[in-house]
């Protein structure tokens, strides 16, 4: 894929398309205008050109930053609830204690409290 190539266009208001076009001083390329298809307006430098934002881009956005994000921006291993006080395993499910609602050992959760004096290995808390 080449550089993208979408815009909305700050001069016309559409959505229109980049063009590039090469500036030649002599016979050696000088640069390049940027230009809107539609109204033929030209941007002055490649940080002025409305690009048009792609979804994929904007699950980074500081607005998008949700609570699991931040999670997971942590120590990932030590919030999963295999890894938490609370959680309890028996033959048929697997249990949050503290939120009296069942649970999978990969899930993470706000609550999470680190399991104490429980070495590696050991994990299994009989109730
Ligand atoms: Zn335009």
């Given amino acids: 894929m080449e550089k993208q190539l979408e815009i909305e266009c700050t001069h016309c208001g559409s959505d229109s398309l980049l ?53 997971f921006s942590e120590d990932e291993k030590g919030v999963l609830c295999r890894h938490c006080r609370h959680y309890v395993i028996n033959p048929f499910t697997q249990w949050c204690h503290r939120h009296r609602k069942e649970v999978q050992a990969t899930d993470s959760c706000s609550d999470f409290a680190a399991q104490e004096g429980v070495e590696k290995g050991e994990d299994e808390t009989a109730i």
């Fill in 19 to 71: 063009l590039r076009e090469a500036v030649y001083e002599g016979f050696a390329k000088a640069g390049e205008k940027l230009k809107c298809s539609s109204c033929g307006h030209m941007f002055e430098s490649e940080e002025d050109v409305p690009f048009k934002v792609k979804a994929k881009v904007e699950i980074f956005d500081e607005t998008d930053k949700s609570p699991r994000m931040e999670v």
